[in-house]
């Protein structure tokens, strides 16, 4: 028996449980090396028992010399990787020359699928990066092109400006739910598929687990992230509740804890595999993870694990927010500092009155006189912004839902360069040209200022400048020490 397979996309058949490589990075630490003939024997193994697609990263230390080695000897293989390159310019050598890593590391003609994380969404690069990784795919030197740690709004948009996107790779589990969400209904419609990590919650969704007492000493990477995802979901009494859920439908299966967990996430939809980490050389479940294909869960298994997620709480926000807001839930916890150092896209200029003025280099600011966004003391005015992106490239022609996503990074970006945050602003104006669009303007503010929600007034106009549906402008209040 070998695991079920499904179509990413024309031309790329699969493994519906993908052998995920991100151990081989916590098992290099401190300076370990990996014997890379020994790894890639062991993913070899994985390979001949049907497990042949790998799912890796740049950053996962060697795995993807690993998978190149065993590549050389199993060539129908899989392997996936991810560029998540720091938000910076993306030109088109940049981008090229990310890929060309992955291709020599992997020492291959062709990344069988490429998928693109992003840190920030207030740097608007990333559309660069996806449109120039679109122009390497119609070369050859991408098979399929998908992104990590999207959430539904970002995918959305990339999909409207055209990016043609197969996948989109985020945590999804019994006990981070959120991919059931939004991103599920915007999965179905667009034709995306998920990839699914953290399945296991790096081990903890496992019967080893049962009524157990909460760990005292973490020794690895994924359990520390994964333990972040159980205290926000909860607590380990919670967590508990969802184990014993899965433990009592697993005994009326006869398989595992872990097989429930996955199989949940399996059977979405949207799902088109469960990413199971590899700690090669040291631990193997292929055989039990072959169980996933021998049961299904029924009306009563379903019933069980919803009232125990009743007795958690939801992961907040998206799936991606862990990386760029609290709560951040990643193996090293607060990401502030690395998000605080990422370079603005805007220039501030301080004038003789003490004024702050921030330009976005559109060359409209220099020929009609005015600031993307200027600072008097405490208060800070955001000039009226549409979708608009380097040589004033119209950002999701036609999509106004997708454009005031774009819209509302501007505008944060821009309250980032002048000391402020979105949790700042306390009056935000909406000029639409068509009624009909009120609804998906309005679900897209709702998104960035549900929690902390400013004055608003959104009016219907006969045209605004350009081909643009919506367009939106802010003020902001800041606290007299001057930083958000």
């Known amino acids: 028996m070998t695991p079920d397979?499904?179509?990413?996309?024309?031309?790329?058949?699969?493994?519906r449980i993908l052998t995920g490589l991100w151990q081989v990075a916590d098992q290099e630490r401190d300076g370990r090396q990996t014997d890379l003939s020994a790894a890639a024997d062991a993913l070899q193994k994985?390979?001949?028992a049907g497990f042949d697609t790998f799912d890796m990263a740049d950053h996962y230390g060697s795995a993807e010399l690993i998978a190149g080695k065993m590549l050389r000897r199993e060539p129908q293989a899989h392997a996936f990787t991810k560029w998540c390159p720091e938000p910076g310019p993306m030109t088109p050598e940049i981008v090229r020359a990310g890929v060309q890593e992955r291709l020599d590391r992997l020492g291959v003609d062709t990344v069988d699928l490429l998928q693109f994380h992003w840190w920030s969404f207030e740097h608007p690069a990333w559309l660069d990066a996806l449109r120039?990784?679109?122009t390497l795919k119609e070369e050859g030197l991408i098979r399929a092109l998908g992104v990590t740690n999207f959430d539904a709004a970002h995918l959305e948009l990339a999909l409207a400006e055209g990016i043609p996107l197969v996948s989109n790779q985020v945590s999804f589990s019994l006990v981070d739910r959120r991919a059931a969400g939004h991103l599920a209904d915007l999965c179905r419609e667009r034709n995306v598929r998920l990839l699914a990590y953290?399945?296991?919650?790096?081990?903890?969704l496992t019967d080893k687990w049962l009524d157990q007492p909460k760990p005292e000493d973490i020794p690895d990477w994924s359990r520390m992230k994964y333990m972040r995802f159980i205290e926000t979901a909860g607590g380990w009494d919670a967590f508990q509740a969802v184990l014993r859920a899965a433990a009592q439908v697993a005994r009326k299966h006869g398989v595992s804890v872990s097989n429930v967990a996955s199989r949940w996430v399996l059977e979405q939809a949207h799902v088109a595999g469960v990413i199971i980490g590899a700690r090669l050389g040291e631990a193997e479940h292929r055989t039990d993870n072959l169980k996933l294909f021998q049961f299904s869960l029924d009306a009563e298994d379903h019933a069980l694990l919803d009232a125990a997620f009743a007795r958690t709480q939801p992961i907040p926000g998206d799936c991606g927010d862990e990386y760029r807001q609290p709560p951040f839930l990643t193996a090293s916890g607060d990401l502030s500092h690395h998000l605080s150092q990422i370079p603005s896209v805007l220039e501030v200029e301080t004038d003789d009155r003490g004024r702050r003025r921030a330009f976005s280099g559109s060359k409209w600011e220099p020929i009609a006189g005015y600031c993307r966004g200027l600072r008097d003391g405490a208060r800070i005015v955001v000039s009226g912004t549409t979708a608009t992106h380097g040589h004033d490239h119209d950002i999701a022609p036609g999509d106004a839902g997708a454009q005031t996503t774009y819209i509302l990074d501007k505008i944060a970006a821009t309250l980032t360069a002048l000391g402020a945050g979105l949790g700042d602003v306390v009056r935000t104006r909406t000029y639409i040209v068509h009624e009909e669009d009120v609804?998906?303007?309005?679900?897209?503010?709702?998104?960035?200022?549900?929690?902390?929600?400013?004055?608003?007034?959104?009016?219907?106009?006969?045209?605004?400048?350009?081909?643009?549906?919506?367009?939106?402008?802010?003020?902001a209040l800041v606290a007299e020490t001057g930083e958000s």
């Open 5 to 15: 397979r499904t179509d990413l996309t024309e031309g790329l058949n699969i493994s």
């Open 46 to 48: 994985y390979a001949q």
């Open 132 to 134: 120039e990784l679109a």
């Open 198 to 204: 953290g399945t296991l919650c790096g081990g903890f």
């Open 439 to 475: 609804e998906a303007v309005s679900r897209a503010h709702g998104r960035v200022f549900g929690a902390h929600p400013p004055t608003n007034t959104t009016f219907v106009v006969g045209k605004l400048v350009g081909d643009f549906r919506v367009e939106i402008e802010a003020e």
